[in-house]
């Protein structure tokens, strides 16, 4: 973690560039299901050309021998399987949902994600929750309530996508592997996977993105459009306290929601309520963090001065 304001201030402005990568990735994947590909043929391509991407930015980094160490630590090489079969998983579910007309509840998933973040910094790196922040949960958890009955079912694919993703942060935080490095590794590991279902695509005459030159133009932009903001998450993520990557992650679900309601996604009044309550604990917390910080900077000139 770092420990300089300029450190501080790069970290999140790395994470906030994470984050508004992701709050438009929906825009990607609604135009490729519009050009004939299905989510399974999407995932299959995110898998395979994110790992032609994760390894010229190792090597850039000078991190390859540090690849190579991973790969003969069966502890690391182990924790970054599981971290890959969540992201993995993750990535699946938000792929199903941007291409089914279910980015508004893609987008509770990932309101709901920082209440987790904090929790488990809370839990595991006794990361302190103060006063306000529980009311900023709270709040939320209110909104997810609502949401509930708006939909009339538990919001399945918000919750896994939540905690999905909240578990693969907590891995990536602890494993000890460069950001770098850990998505090359989880690439690899997801690549088999990927390529064998493709090929049986081809065989089978049904792979969209090897029909045309456009097709294969949209199936190689999955690459960089994975790997990017991950590389930039995983970086980030090992230098904050999770509750602040948890305020900063807001920004992805509120563009995802636009998103959503850009396509035309049915929105009742009933669900506008759940989401007031979702964006007020946000808003709590962001006046929160913000005073706490202010206060912080304010105690570092007053050191620097004594």
Not at 61 to 69: D, P, V, Y
Not at 259 to 281: K, Q
Request: hydrophobic share 60%; glycine share 8%.
């Amino acid at each position: 973690m770092s420990s300089s304001p300029s450190a501080d201030g790069r970290a999140v402005a790395t994470a906030i560039a994470c984050y508004t990568l992701w709050g438009v990735l929906p825009l990607l994947f609604m135009a490729m299901a519009a050009h004939g590909f299905a989510a399974p043929e999407i995932l299959a391509h995110r898998a395979v050309w994110s790992l032609f991407v994760a390894i010229p930015v190792v090597l850039l980094a000078g991190q390859w021998n540090e690849f190579k160490h991973v790969l003969a630590s069966p502890r690391v090489f182990g924790w970054l399987i599981l971290s890959a079969l969540l992201i993995g998983a993750n990535w699946s579910i938000y792929v199903y949902a941007t291409t089914h007309h279910a980015t508004l509840e893609a987008s509770l998933g990932y309101y709901i994600n920082p209440l987790l973040n904090m929790a488990a910094g809370a839990v595991l790196f006794r990361e302190k929750i103060d006063r306000w922040s529980a009311v900023a949960i709270g709040l939320a958890a209110v909104g997810v309530v609502i949401q509930t009955l708006a939909l009339g079912h538990v919001p399945v694919i918000g919750l896994l996508l939540a905690l999905t993703f909240c578990s693969y942060a907590v891995i990536r935080k602890r494993v000890p592997a460069s950001a770098q490095t850990g998505l090359l590794v989880e690439c690899l590991v997801l690549l088999p996977i990927g390529g064998v279902f493709l090929i049986w695509l081809a065989m089978h005459g049904q792979a969209v993105g090897f029909s045309s030159s456009s097709g294969l133009a949209w199936a190689l932009f999955n690459g960089p459009a994975t790997v990017i903001p991950l590389a930039l998450f995983a970086w980030s993520t090992r230098r904050l306290p999770l509750s602040t990557v948890g305020f900063l992650q807001f920004l992805a679900p509120t563009l995802q929601f636009a998103c959503g309601l850009w396509a035309g996604e049915h929105l009742t009044p009933l669900r506008v309520l759940s989401f007031v309550f979702i964006w007020a604990g946000a808003a709590v917390f962001a006046i929160t963090a913000f005073k706490r910080s202010r206060a912080a900077r304010a105690a570092v000139r007053m050191a620097e001065t004594v």
